[in-house]
C-alpha cells in the first residue's frame, strides 16, 4: 500500500492505545437500542408455525380457527407468498459444481427440516399469535428422513430433492505432490484417526429479530434488522420482493452478537418483508431462544477420515483426509453452505510445510437444520485435523509436541510462499508466536507437575495449536462467485461546524465495538480528542456502501477506509487552514482539535472556527477557495485472497477419569493480528472466542433423534461455555502489520474459535494418551471419555 | 415462548388459598417462586387456566424452631435458606447442597416449597429431604397432613400431593441435627441440574463406623432413588475404610437407572457410584 505516510508512534498517538470504547456507558446504561425495543405504530407480530417433522408432504392446512381468534389479523402459507417472493438459491458459480433446489421463505409443498416455516400468524400480540397456532390444522404425509449424514450418500437412501441423482450438494478435492508415495515409504510412520465434529450453533444473546415497515405511497421497505451485512439484505429483499434496491433501507444498529448466524438469509425474515408489503403495516418478528435452536444455522458437523505421514526425524510427509459434512437440505443463501468445507480444505495444514497433500470434502443434503457459516468458518476443523494428527504422529516417534512443530512451521522469515493446499500466504510468524507462548505459560514446569500429579492419579494435560485465520477477504471470496456481497467498505468522515468529527461507516457493530475502533483511528488521524468522533454504522440510506461485518474485516477493512478518509479530510482542513491562515498547508498540523504550526505546535486556529469560517462566513474567503471538509474513501484488499493472521495456543486441562469430566485450567493464546488498533477489544475478540471454541471442544452439540428431531432447544439442554468454568485466557500479540494496508490491521475475531479446539483435543489427549486412550470427537463429553476408557480396558 | 392467557389470584390469608384451589383444582396452579413454573407455562407445557400467587401469604415464608424440628415455610426462597443460621445449626447438609442450585438469581426467588411440590428428578432439595428424615406438610379444606418425604415423590413431576393441596412447610425432625451428611453432585456446569448426585445421612457420628446410613440419589430416575443396597452394605463400615466404602458404593445394580440426553443409563450408574463414594469419604 503505497500513497500515505502514517506515524503510528506520534506522543498522542490513540492507535494501539488500550481506551474504553465510547458506547459502553451507552449500553450499560441499558440504553442499547435492539430492533425488539421499537415500536410502530399499528406494527403486528409474526408467529411462525414451524414443521414438527423433519420430511414431508403437506397434505392440508386449515387456518379457519386461527382467522377468527382474537387479536388476529391474517394468516399466511407458503401457497400464499409464493407468488409474492421469488425463490432464492444457494449456489455461487466459483464453487464449481454446487446444486441445491430453489427455496421459498415458507414451505409450499413439502416441510424438509423439523423447524421449516410452514404459515405464518400475525396478530397484535406474541402472544395472540401463539394462542391462534394452536388453532391451525396442518396435516403432513411423513416421508422417510435422511438424517445421518454419513449414509445420506448411500444408493439405499431416499432422496430428499425430486430431480436430483443423489443426496450430494459438492465435492472438492486437492491433490498437491505425491500423497501415495508419501503413505507407503516404510521408513515414515503413519497416523490414521477418525475425527467427528458436532453440529453446533451460535447462539447470540439477542436472538434474529426484524421489523419490516413499507410505505405503498412510495413504494419504500423499510427493515430493521439485526445483522451484519445491511447492504447484502437490501439487495435481497429487493430482488426477491421486486423493488428497486434504492427503495429499499436496511438498519442494523445496536445488535446483540452475531457470530455469523446474522449473514444469512433466513426464510422468516423474508416472509416478514413479504407480508409488510402484502398488509401496508410494520411487522416484527422476534425469534425466541426455542426457535432460535430450530432456525438459526447450525454449523461443524464433519466426519473426517485422515491419516499423517511423518519422517522418524520429525517432518511432516504427507497428509490426507476425507471429509463429509451434512448441511440440510438447502444450501444456504447466498452465501452457500459449501464455503465451510472449502475452507477446510484450503486451511488443513496451511501453518506447516507439507509437501504432499491430498483431501477431499464431500457436502451433503440431509433432513435437518441448515448449515451455514458461523465464527471461524472451517478453523476448527480443519486445525484440529492437523495440529492433532501432528502430536499423535509426535507421541508416535516420541517427539515433542513443540519441538514437532518448531521442525515442521513454516520459517518466519520465507514468506511470501504457498499453503500445502496453494494459498497465498505471508506476514506469518508462527515460529515466533510459539516462542512467546512456551515462555509465556512457562512449560516446562507444566511437565515437571504433570508427572508429578499423575503419582496421585491426577492426569493432566498440555495441547497446542498453531493456527491460522483468514481475515480481511478480497473479492475472491463471495463477489467472483456472484453474490452481492461487497469485499470493500467505505468511510465518510466529516467536520461539523461545532468542531465534532462524524464517521459513518459501510461495517456494522455487533456489540464486538466496530465503531469504538473506527472512532479510535480517525481521532488519531485527525490529532481531536476521541470524545468529539461520532460514528454511524448499520444503515443503507446514510453510509458508504459495503460489506459489513463478517471474516474477521471490520477492523482491517473497514479501519483501512476510515483511516485513508480521516486522511483525506485532514488534507482539506489544512488546505482550508492555509487559505485561512495564509500558510502552506505543509507547515501546519492538527493537534488537540487545533491546527498548529507543524513544527512548533503553536496553536493557530481551533478546528471550530475553521469550520464556522467554512460553513458560515465564506465571504471571508478567495472566491477561488472552495474548500470542502467532508471525504470518503473505500478500501479493499488487491494483494492477496485473503489476508492470513497466525497464532500459537496451549490448553492446559485435568481429566477426571472416573468421570470423563474436563476442565480446563489455563488457556494461553498468542495472536498475530498485525497492528492492533484497542488491545482491550482485541483481547477479549480473542478471549471470546476461545470461550465459543471450548464450547465447541467439550460442551456444545445441537442433538438429533434418529427421526431427524432436534432434541435440544433450550439453554438448560443446550450447554454454552459459562463463565464459572472458563479458564483465565492469557493473551498475548505479536505485530506483524500487514503491508496490504497503511493500518496494517489484520482480522482478530475468529482465532480463538478457530484454535481452541483443536489445543483442548491436544491437551485431552495428552492427559489419556499414557493410559492408551485417544478421543477425536468434539465435544469431547464425560460420557465419550468414558467410553473410550472402557474401550481400551476391554482391549486390555 | 408466551404464556397461554391465565387468570392471577393473590390471597392474603391460607384459608383463601385453599378456597380457591378447592373448585377446579386440576385447572389452577400456585405459583411461588415461578422458576420452573413460568418456564414451564410459557414453553406451553402448563397451561393452568388460573394462578394463586404464594406471595401474599406471610405464614409461608418464616422459619420457626418448633418443639421438635424445625418448620420452613414452603416459600423460603434458597437465599432465605442460605442466609438462615438456624437452618445452618440443624444441619450443615444445607450449605454444602445450596450453592449448587441454580444460580444466585434463582435462588432468591427459586423457594423450597415450590421445589418439593414440582418434584422434579434432577432438583437437590427432594434428596436433601429425604436423606433428613423430613416431612412435607401438606394442607386443602379437606385438612392437614404431614407426609414423609421419602413417601412424598412418586415419579417425574408426580408427588402424594392432590391437586387441591398446598404445601405449607418442610418439616426437619430435631433428630435431623445428630445426623452427619454427605452430599456430592455432577454437573456439568455449575449451576446445572446434576447428572448425578447424592445426598447421604446417618447417625454413626459417636461410633466412627456406619449406622443407618441413607443413600439418596437425584438426576438419575424419575424421582430421588434411596439405594438400599448401598446403604446395607454400608451397616458396620468402618468410615475410614475405603476399601469397603468403594465395593459398598457400587452396590447399585439394584436400582434402575434413567438416561438423558447425555447420558447412558450405564453412564448415569457409573456416574452416580463415583459420586456416592466421593460423598461418603468426605463425610
Not at chain 2, 28 to 53: E, V, Y
Request: charged letters at 20%; glycine letters at 8%; a negative charge.
Amino acid at each position: 500500500m503505497t500513497g500515505v505516510k502514517f506515524d503510528f508512534d506520534k506522543p498522542t498517538k490513540l492507535i494501539g492505545q488500550p481506551e474504553a470504547r465510547l458506547d459502553a456507558k451507552r449500553l450499560l446504561h441499558g440504553r442499547g437500542r435492539f430492533v425488539d425495543d421499537i415500536q410502530l405504530p399499528r406494527m403486528l407480530h409474526a408467529y411462525f408455525i414451524r414443521s414438527p417433522i423433519a420430511h414431508g408432504k403437506i397434505v392440508s392446512i386449515n387456518t379457519s380457527g386461527a382467522m377468527d381468534a382474537d387479536g388476529v389479523v391474517n394468516v399466511f402459507t407458503g401457497k400464499d407468498l409464493e407468488n409474492v417472493v421469488e425463490p432464492y438459491v444457494g449456489v455461487l458459480s466459483h464453487l464449481a459444481g454446487l446444486r441445491s433446489p430453489p427455496q421459498a421463505p415458507v414451505a409450499i409443498d413439502c416441510v424438509k427440516w423439523q423447524g421449516e416455516p410452514v404459515a405464518v400468524v400475525l396478530a397484535h400480540s406474541r402472544a395472540q399469535a401463539e394462542d391462534a397456532a394452536e388453532l391451525i390444522e396442518i396435516e403432513y404425509d411423513e416421508l422417510p428422513a435422511v438424517v445421518d449424514m454419513e449414509k445420506a450418500l448411500d444408493e439405499s437412501c431416499p432422496l430428499i430433492h425430486a430431480g436430483y441423482d443423489s443426496n450430494l450438494a459438492w465435492q472438492r478435492t486437492v491433490d498437491v505432490g505425491d500423497v501415495s508415495s508419501a503413505f507407503s515409504n516404510p521408513d515414515n510412520f503413519v497416523v490414521k484417526k477418525r475425527f467427528k465434529f458436532g453440529r453446533h450453533t451460535g447462539v447470540t444473546l439477542e436472538p434474529r429479530t426484524s421489523i419490516a415497515e413499507y410505505d405503498p405511497s412510495d413504494d419504500q421497505l423499510t427493515v430493521w434488522y439485526s445483522g451484519q451485512a445491511p447492504h447484502m439484505m437490501q439487495f435481497i429483499f429487493a430482488k426477491h420482493l421486486g423493488l428497486l434496491e434504492e427503495n429499499v433501507r436496511v438498519i442494523s444498529q445496536d445488535v446483540g452478537g452475531s457470530f455469523g448466524i446474522k449473514v444469512h438469509t433466513y426464510g422468516d425474515e423474508v416472509a416478514v418483508a413479504a407480508i409488510a408489503k402484502l398488509l401496508g403495516r410494520p411487522i416484527k418478528f422476534t425469534a425466541d431462544r426455542y426457535e432460535s435452536f430450530m432456525s438459526d444455522i447450525h454449523a461443524r458437523d464433519h466426519v473426517v477420515d485422515a491419516r499423517m505421514a511423518i519422517s522418524a526425524s520429525g517432518q511432516i510427509v504427507g497428509l490426507e483426509f476425507d471429509d463429509v459434512t451434512g448441511i440440510g437440505p438447502y444450501s444456504m443463501y447466498p452465501r452457500t453452505s459449501a464455503i465451510e468445507a472449502n475452507q477446510v480444505l484450503n486451511l488443513t495444514g496451511a501453518p506447516y510445510v507439507i509437501p504432499n497433500y491430498r483431501a477431499t470434502s464431500k457436502v451433503v443434503f440431509q433432513n435437518k437444520n441448515l448449515m451455514c457459516q458461523y465464527r471461524a468458518v472451517g478453523h476448527p476443523i480443519a486445525m484440529a485435523i492437523c495440529d492433532c494428527l501432528l502430536e499423535e504422529a509426535a507421541a508416535h516417534i516420541q517427539m515433542d509436541p513443540v519441538e514437532v512443530r518448531r521442525i515442521n512451521l513454516m520459517a518466519d522469515n520465507s514468506y511470501p510462499r504457498t499453503s500445502a493446499s496453494g494459498m497465498k500466504l505471508d506476514e506469518l510468524s508462527h515460529q515466533a508466536a510459539l516462542n512467546k507462548l512456551i515462555e509465556m505459560m512457562d512449560y516446562n514446569s507444566l511437565r515437571a507437575d504433570q508427572l508429578e500429579q499423575r503419582k496421585d492419579g491426577v492426569f493432566r494435560g498440555i495441547g497446542f495449536v498453531s493456527m491460522v485465520e483468514v481475515t480481511n477477504p478480497s473479492p475472491m471470496f463471495y463477489g467472483i462467485g456472484g453474490a452481492p456481497i461487497a469485499s470493500q467498505d467505505g468511510a465518510t468522515v466529516r467536520l461539523d461546524a461545532g468542531g465534532g468529527i462524524h464517521v459513518s461507516s459501510s461495517v456494522t457493530e455487533q456489540g464486538q465495538g466496530t465503531n469504538a475502533i473506527l472512532a479510535q483511528i480517525v481521532a488519531d488521524v485527525l490529532g481531536v480528542d476521541l470524545a468529539r468522533v461520532k460514528v454511524t454504522t448499520g444503515d443503507t440510506k446514510t453510509t458508504p456502501y459495503g460489506g459489513g461485518t463478517w471474516a474477521s474485516r471490520g477492523a482491517g477493512i473497514g479501519g483501512e477506509a476510515a483511516l485513508l478518509a480521516a486522511n483525506a479530510l485532514k488534507e482539506q482542513i489544512l488546505d482550508a487552514a492555509s487559505v485561512i491562515l495564509q500558510a502552506k498547508p505543509s507547515e501546519l498540523d492538527i493537534k488537540n482539535g487545533q491546527v498548529v504550526d507543524a513544527k512548533t505546535f503553536v496553536e493557530k486556529m481551533n478546528l471550530s472556527d475553521l469550520a464556522r469560517t467554512v460553513y458560515y462566513r465564506g465571504n471571508e474567503l478567495p472566491d477561488e477557495a472552495k474548500p470542502e471538509l467532508v471525504a470518503t474513501r473505500h478500501y479493499r484488499v488487491t494483494d492477496a485472497p485473503f489476508v492470513f493472521t497466525n497464532g500459537a495456543m496451549a490448553a492446559h486441562v485435568e481429566v477426571d477419569i472416573e468421570t470423563g469430566f474436563v476442565k480446563v485450567l489455563d488457556f494461553w493464546a498468542v495472536e498475530d493480528c498485525g497492528r492492533v488498533i484497542n488491545p482491550l477489544l482485541v483481547d477479549e475478540q480473542i478471549r471470546g472466542g476461545v470461550v465459543q471454541g471450548i464450547g465447541g471442544a467439550l460442551y456444545e452439540e445441537c442433538l438429533y433423534s434418529d427421526e431427524g428431531q432436534l432434541l435440544n432447544t433450550s439453554l438448560a439442554d443446550y450447554l454454552v461455555p459459562m463463565a464459572s468454568e472458563m479458564p483465565d485466557i492469557h493473551v498475548a500479540h505479536i505485530e506483524t502489520p500487514t503491508k496490504s494496508s497503511v493500518l496494517g490491521a489484520k482480522g482478530a475475531g475468529e482465532a480463538g474459535t478457530g484454535g481452541a479446539p483443536a489445543a483442548v483435543m491436544n491437551a485431552v489427549n495428552d492427559a489419556l494418551r499414557h493410559l492408551g486412550v485417544t478421543i477425536y470427537q468434539m465435544p469431547m463429553t464425560p460420557e465419550r471419555i468414558l467410553s473410550a476408557l472402557a474401550e481400551t480396558k476391554t482391549d486390555n | 415462548m408466551k404464556a397461554p392467557e391465565f387468570t392471577y389470584e393473590r390471597p392474603t390469608e391460607i384459608s383463601e388459598a385453599l378456597a380457591i384451589i378447592a373448585q377446579d383444582a386440576h385447572e389452577k396452579a400456585f405459583l411461588a417462586g415461578g422458576q420452573s413454573l413460568l418456564p414451564m407455562m410459557n414453553f406451553r407445557l402448563a397451561a393452568p387456566k388460573t394462578l394463586i400467587d404464594l406471595g401474599g401469604l406471610k405464614d409461608l415464608k418464616e422459619i420457626v424452631a418448633v418443639e421438635d424440628g424445625l418448620r420452613i415455610g414452603a416459600t423460603v426462597t434458597y437465599s432465605e435458606l442460605g442466609a438462615s443460621a438456624l437452618v445452618s445449626e440443624f444441619s450443615q447438609v444445607f450449605d454444602s447442597v445450596l450453592p449448587h442450585i441454580a444460580h444466585s438469581a434463582i435462588r432468591n426467588r427459586g423457594t423450597i416449597g415450590g421445589s418439593v411440590a414440582l418434584a422434579d428428578p434432577a432438583a437437590e432439595m427432594p434428596a436433601v429431604l429425604i436423606a433428613l428424615g423430613a416431612s412435607v406438610e401438606l394442607a386443602s379444606q379437606r385438612g392437614t397432613r404431614f407426609v414423609p418425604a421419602d413417601e412424598f415423590f412418586h415419579g417425574l413431576y408426580l408427588t402424594e400431593r392432590s391437586d387441591d393441596e398446598l404445601v405449607l412447610s418442610v418439616f426437619i425432625p430435631n433428630s435431623s441435627r445428630s445426623l452427619s451428611t454427605g452430599f456430592y453432585e455432577l454437573a456439568r456446569r455449575h449451576g446445572d441440574y446434576a447428572i448425578a448426585g447424592v445426598c447421604i445421612s446417618d447417625d454413626s457420628r459417636p461410633s466412627g463406623s456406619f449406622n443407618a446410613p441413607k443413600v439418596v440419589l437425584f438426576g438419575v430416575s424419575d424421582r430421588p432413588l434411596r439405594a438400599k443396597s448401598v446403604e446395607e452394605s454400608l451397616v458396620g463400615v468402618a468410615r475410614n475404610d475405603t476399601r469397603k466404602i468403594r465395593s459398598a458404593s457400587e452396590a447399585l445394580s439394584d436400582l434402575v437407572f434413567d438416561s438423558d440426553l447425555h447420558n447412558s443409563q450405564d453412564t448415569k450408574q457409573r456416574l452416580a457410584s463415583v459420586c456416592v463414594r466421593r460423598a461418603l469419604e468426605a463425610m
